[in-house]
């Protein structure tokens, strides 16, 4: 009987655990600005692997210039930022490692036109 507890008991925690780590998600967010520091419209953000540059996910911004990409699994990350009229961006060292993780303004320069 004491034997079948233990067992219980080991396996509820087994259990928990591997629920705690598979819930190692969290919130990437920030804001896009142009280089008249005015906001970006309808800009796409890429949310890529750090290893091998793979598409992870996708937001984009919102009037304010404002992403959020939710359920992101704890690891290191590159964003791009792309808008038209503005050239693209490429942000390294993007480290989730807690539930939320507020990028710094990302500053796109607007395209030369000719």
């Known amino acids: 009987?004491?034997?079948?507890?233990?067992?219980?008991?080991?396996?509820?925690?087994l259990l928990g655990l591997s629920i705690h780590s598979y819930a190692q998600t969290g919130k990437i967010?920030?804001?896009?600005?142009?280089?008249?520091?005015?906001?970006?419209?309808?800009?796409?953000?890429?949310?890529?692997?750090?290893?091998?540059?793979?598409?992870?996910?996708?937001?984009?911004?919102?009037?304010?210039?404002l992403y959020e990409i939710d359920k992101v699994k704890y690891g290191n990350y590159l964003i791009k930022v792309e808008a038209v009229g503005h050239d693209s961006a490429i942000i390294s060292g993007i480290s989730l490692a807690a539930a939320t993780l507020t990028v710094k303004d990302i500053e796109l320069k607007s395209t030369a036109s000719s």
């Open 1 to 13: 009987m004491c034997t079948l507890i233990k067992k219980f008991i080991g396996g509820i925690l």
């Open 29 to 65: 967010s920030g804001a896009v600005k142009s280089s008249e520091n005015k906001p970006v419209e309808a800009g796409t953000v890429s949310l890529l692997n750090a290893k091998d540059s793979s598409l992870v996910k996708l937001s984009l911004t919102d009037k304010a210039g």
